[in-house]
């Protein structure tokens, strides 16, 4: 298991940057992809990035791609998202979140493959 807490999230206007920070509690942090999400109030939870385990590929919706930079730091227990050139519709909670199984080749994009799942950090990007 691993325990996740985001931070960074705020108040912005449009075009401005945010960088979430997600610190994780757990022996073996390393090995498991990792990725980041977002839900707006209606709306269904929405794949944002993921990571392998290394840190050696990423994936991005498309909406932020060119704009957001997903990386980690094995050895801080800590994954990143850079959000820059932010627009009102990235406005959302983001949370993010430990694959279920270890040592995925493939930055893992399906929210059903992640098992633990921080509480989420508010971004608000205004007019």
């Known amino acids: 298991q691993v325990q996740l807490v985001e931070s960074g999230g705020g108040l912005v206007q449009a075009g401005g940057s945010l960088r979430l920070s997600c610190a994780a509690s757990?022996?073996?942090?390393?090995?498991?992809?990792m990725g980041w999400f977002r839900q707006a109030p209606g709306k269904e939870r929405e794949f944002v990035a993921a990571i392998t385990h290394s840190g050696g590929s990423t994936s991005y919706t498309d909406s932020v791609k060119g704009r957001f930079t997903i990386s980690r730091d094995n050895a801080k227990n800590t994954v990143y998202l850079q959000m820059n050139s932010l627009k009102p519709e990235d406005t959302a909670v983001y949370y993010c979140?430990?694959?279920?199984?270890?040592?995925?080749?493939?930055?893992?994009?399906?929210?059903?493959?992640?098992?633990?799942w921080g509480q989420g950090t508010q971004v608000t990007v205004s007019l």
């Open positions: 979140a430990a694959d279920r199984f270890q040592f995925r080749t493939v930055p893992t994009v399906l929210a059903g493959r992640y098992a633990d």
């Open positions: 757990g022996r073996t942090f390393s090995n498991y992809n």
